[in-house]
């Protein structure tokens, strides 16, 4: 028995690395921002450190260490 996934000619051919993380990401996105816009604005978590800063100066704090 050959084991097919050992074998770098067999079955279909690969996708480039790009491509299949491009398609991924496009998949991905508008599953991710549909799931997001669920969320209540309040109770969303800050995924980018300017909406951390941001968040935290909301709070009163500086930011400042």
């Known amino acids: 028995m050959t ?3 050992a074998s770098p000619n067999a079955g279909a051919r690969r996708p480039e690395p790009d491509n299949a993380h491009r398609k991924l990401g496009n998949l991905l996105l508008p599953m991710v921002r549909e799931n997001d816009a669920r969320i209540p604005a309040g109770r969303r978590a800050p ?3 300017r909406q951390m800063r941001t968040r ?3 709070q009163g704090h500086s930011g400042e260490q």
């Open 47 to 49: 995924r980018t450190l």
């Open 3 to 5: 084991n097919t996934l």
């Open 56 to 58: 935290l100066q909301e």
